[in-house]
């Protein structure tokens, strides 16, 4: 009967009415908290092991950790932070070994021409710092791009939320 459809019809339309004006109230604050203040980001890749993402388990290698991040943070030597990578523009995780006006040993190529022995000393210019890996030998950082604009980093990651056996707060300032 036409009387049930304008009836599902209306029902149907006041769903998406009341659906819209949730995420009409919803979406903005959601946007400014990750915008701001707080989110959750996936770590990918073993750069960070053991400190994110290890390899011990066949457990452990199944499941990618997912780290709570806060923006606008102040950086400091030893933090984990979440950084644009200059060459590629995506997102990565690595931790603060240097600041601006300090000297960094390093181990890579840096600078490509070669110039730089491995184990020498080098500067890290003002405004920029110095991030590596945990794990040098799956790490693409600034043993290998040079040190980063300040700039470029993003948030400070503060504790691991997933998976449950590993979450814990990252606070040490020193690799695990």
């Given at each position: ?7 599902q019809t209306n029902a149907m339309a006041s769903a998406w ?72 523009s995506l997102w990565s995780v690595k931790r603060i070994v ?56 993003d948030a400070l990651v503060i504790s691991v939320v997933w ?14």
């Amino acid at each position: 009967p036409r009387w049930w459809f304008e009836r599902q019809t209306n029902a149907m339309a006041s769903a998406w009415r009341r659906c819209f004006h949730a995420a009409w109230m919803v979406g903005p604050p959601l946007i400014f908290v990750k915008d701001r203040c707080f989110w959750v980001y996936c770590v990918d890749g073993r750069s960070m092991g053991p400190t994110l993402n290890p390899q011990g388990s066949f457990l452990d290698r199944c499941f990618r950790d997912w780290v709570l991040v806060h923006k606008n943070a102040e950086f400091q030597k030893g933090d984990i932070v979440v950084l644009k990578d200059p060459q590629t523009s995506l997102w990565s995780v690595k931790r603060i070994v240097a600041q601006e006006h300090e000297l960094v040993r390093h181990s890579g190529s840096w600078p490509a021409s070669g110039s730089l022995m491995a184990g020498s000393l080098s500067h890290v210019p003002p405004g920029h710092c110095w991030v590596e890996g945990d794990n040098p030998q799956f790490s693409k950082d600034s043993r290998t791009f040079g040190p980063v604009p300040m700039g470029l980093l993003d948030a400070l990651v503060i504790s691991v939320v997933w998976p449950p056996w590993r979450a814990r707060l990252l606070d040490d300032n020193s690799p695990s």
